[in-house]
Nanobody
Framework: QVQLVESGGGLVQAGGSLRLSCAASGNIFKIIHMDWYRQGTGKQREVVAAITSGGSTNYADSVKGRFTISRDNAKNTVYLQMNSLNPEDTAVYYC??????????????WGQGTQVTVSS
């Protein structure tokens, strides 16, 4: 039983910033990596940023230089700092985690999603 809970979404003007959080809880032995995805209306879900347990990061080209992913391993929490937001960033943002859980079972989990809306 693993749950991911996102928070921090909302409405912001173009050029503004938001900070998303995703807290994982449950029977977690190790979080192998955590990621942020987003899905705009009528669009496919795409990966935005990813971070491993060791802190290695990767970003979609569209957000490089604007978004920063980080994590607090002690809190099993991942963050996404989003700066210089533009209307194209409007989407539902989902937290995703690849987790080693009970009996060393490796599974992936999704949060419920948090809406980010950027007005022009």
């Amino acid at each position: 039983q693993v749950q991911l809970v996102e928070s921090g979404g909302g409405l912001v003007q173009a050029g503004g910033s938001l900070r998303l959080s995703c807290a994982a809880s449950g029977n977690i032995f190790k979080i192998i990596h955590m990621d942020w995805y987003r899905q705009g209306t009528g669009k496919q879900r795409e990966v935005v940023a990813a971070i491993t347990s060791g802190g290695s990061t990767n970003y979609a080209d569209s957000v490089k230089g604007r978004f920063t992913i980080s994590r607090d391993n002690a809190k099993n929490t991942v963050y996404l700092q989003m700066n210089s937001l533009n209307p194209e960033d409007t989407a539902v943002y989902y937290c995703h985690a690849d987790i080693l859980g009970l009996e060393w079972r490796r599974s992936d989990y999704w949060g419920q999603g948090t809406q980010v809306t950027v007005s022009s």
